[in-house]
């Protein structure tokens, strides 16, 4: 698969993005984008249990968007995510600071 | 002795007030009067805690009088000595008015001193019969006491006229704390020797007087370096802070308390030791959240730092050169309240030109000039004019510096620097309101420093107007930046050792980077890795974040201090989200070593002859610029490169690379093609390893590469 697909879905007061696909140089904005702007009006999870690739960039993305809900004051978590991403967010060597969740509920 | 002690302990602080003034200030005559009050305040000190030893037993009496008339005297000369600095500070009088001061001020200093030394007129007698000092007071004491009271009055009011005389808020300001200082400092002196006592007199705190001299001797001190505006908004919040604080937390905690100790006294004293324990914890964490919203409340509607350093941060320098102008004019003026703003850049060629002047202050200042030399030596890269015009480190050169200011239209200069050579200036004018910049807005330059180098290392170095102007700006811009990146590294060339690299960038746009820089024969620094994010703006913050680490391997020695600079930089500086993730190393081929720090390297992997098998030694790594201070998770690792070892890194494109199948190129793969090809070269390692890579993947690249190679030659026998 080398597009991404960026389902955005109001559930409960929150924002949730599926993210399906690589998140890589050529998809990255979209991703960048959609992710911004969600968590600029509400709480956010991204949902990443479909995601085949995480770069740097898409990394640069989540740290940006933990900022800004640190901001803003709104909620934001990674829900799921695939072990492609596991691997990309341990590789920062701050894995336990990315707000990880294994289900919605959680988040 | 008790606070005799403070007597000794003064002169050290003297010492220090001494050096300080004599650094900055030994070429004008109030620097050069200020340095003698010190040194004049020392030996007094010095002489009043002599006097307290020498009156003790096994010692001659007289020798404590001299001291004791001695100490009177150098008061008197310091007095006569502030009276000069009134007459020259913050500029010396006109030369007729000087000279007449001088020809009555320092005769009859000079009589007096020698009268209060050698003869009995100021002190008669001194003694100690326990721990006081008593003594006898001479016909004329009074009229010393009241002679330097008056001196220092005279020369409070003189500063008083010449404050009201003068133009300049800074040099009303420093007029006006040298006179309170003065003032009280004199005072503290007076008191404390005895002003109010004649004849046999006790001197019961004379053991304040040094403290008060520091007092003054600090003051003046203080008066003479000061060159910013106070920022009253800022002081009056804190004041009006602590007052809040108080009367909202500390006097209801005091009054429980004082409430227990009555309970505690028809109970236990065990009811307020426990209750005032508690109310002591609480109001210090009720204390520390009110202080923390009340200040944020206060400070919301006039301070603007925090502001227009994430503005500054989100200028998009993908719009091209005059766009990023406009919107940096447009930030600074709306956030600081100026009108005139000069951007000058490094053309290369010798000279820093204006390239942006909206409402036309334009200079050009030549490169090898003094003026130049000025602004790559100012320690913090800002300039106010209110310190061009007041402080002695720019008294050489004030003139064509403040000549400079009129050319700009400026009230403050922010030189940037890249290492230590001036690549821009940032020249902002008056504010609209006339008011002037003050100590707060000094700081907000401090602050916003980061973001303003990274504008002028953008204008200076990419956003030229021809390239700007072609079809595939993006494309073009990037190329050149990473040639650019490329090209300017020390190639390790050593009989020990082959070295070679490949970097590719994804799109023609990237952030990975590496470099080497050559500290010695033997020695080299390397840094490789990734920044985050892609395109242009990935690039940029590849080619700054070289620049910086260039410039901090200049100043910084320790390795670890090192990469948490680089790693405050990236945090500090650049947008939010990018981060680096790579290596730091020193390689050191005397000692067949490389000392590194791996900040997230996904691999590096060494080639042990002995066991024909490569050893992943790249251990945990951080990545930089996810965290405010590093340091604590840094560590530093050593490894050992015998000959015939090899060293082989690669950033996380190769390694995390698909190939149609899903299957990732990995460091199986990449350990399997550079060990097929140790037998030759380090960039034929290098070049095969990416044919292998650019094959597995069918040609197609999705994110940045870079590979480094490093073979340790084999030792030819002698």
Known sequence: MTQLDIIVRNEHHRLLLSVSGPINSYTFTDFQEKVYKAIAQMDTAVDMEHVTALSSAGIGVIMTAMEDAETTGHGFAIVNPSEIVRLAIESTGFGDRFPVVKTLKQA | MGLTILAFLSIPGFAVLFFIVLRRGRDTPAGRIVAAIAAAL???????????????????????????????ALILVTHVLVFLFALNFPTPLPRFALNLMLVVALPLGLVAAYDATFTFDYIVSVYRPWTTIFRTEGRFYKLFVFGDAGLAALSSLLLGIRLLASKSRVQRQ?????????????????????????????????????????????????????????????????????????GAVGLPSGIVVALLVLVGKSTSTAVPAIGALAVFVGAALLGRLFFKRFFVRLGASHD???????????????????????????????????????????????????????????????????????????????????????????????????????????????????????????ALGARSTGAEYTAYDYDAFKAIYGKLFVIAYYLKNIARESIMTTVDREIALSDQIIRFALEKVDRIEHAKADASWVARSARSLGGDFIDFVRLSSDRWFIVMGDVSGKGLSASMNMLILKSMIRTFLRVEKDFIGLVSRVNAFIKENLPKGTFFAGVFGYLDLAKDAFYYINCGVPTILLYSPSFDTFIEVQGEGKILGFVKDISPFLKPRKLLLPPGSALVSATDGILDSENLRGERFGKERLRRSVHERLHLSSAEISAGAMEDFLSFTDKRQDDDITLFVMKLNERKAT
């Open chain 2, 42 to 72: 020392a030996l007094y000190s010095l002489a009043q805690g002599l006097v307290f030893i020498l009156t003790g037993p096994g010692f001659r009496q007289s020798d404590a009088l001299l001291l004791e008339r001695a100490s009177g």
């Open chain 2, 174 to 246: 420093r007029m006006a704390v040298a006179a309170a200082f003065i003032l009280i400092g004199a005072a503290l002196i007076l008191v404390s020797t005895g002003l109010f006592t004649t004849g046999q007199a006790k001197r019961p705190s004379y053991v304040f007087a040094p403290v008060g001299a520091l007092f003054l001797a600090g003051g003046i001190t203080y008066a003479f370096r000061l060159s910013r505006l106070f920022d009253w908004r800022t002081i009056g919040r804190t004041l009006l802070g602590y007052a809040a604080l108080f």
């Open chain 2, 304 to 426: 603007y730092r925090e502001k227009l350093e994430s503005e500054l941060a989100g200028v998009d320098l993908a719009q091209g050169r005059d766009a990023v102008l406009a919107q940096v004019y447009e930030l600074l003026s709306k956030a600081i309240g100026f009108t005139d703003l000069a951007v000058l850049i490094d053309d290369d060629q010798g000279y820093m030109r204006t390239i942006y002047a909206p409402t036309g202050g334009r200079a050009t200042i030549e490169r090898a000039s003094k003026l130049a030399e000025l602004l790559e030596k100012t320690g913090s890269n800002i300039i106010l004019k209110t310190e061009a015009q007041t402080d002695p480190t720019y008294a050489d050169l004030r003139e064509p510096l403040l000549e400079l200011f009129e050319s700009l239209k400026a009230e403050a200069l922010i030189s940037v620097l890249e290492g230590r050579r001036a690549m821009g200036l940032f």
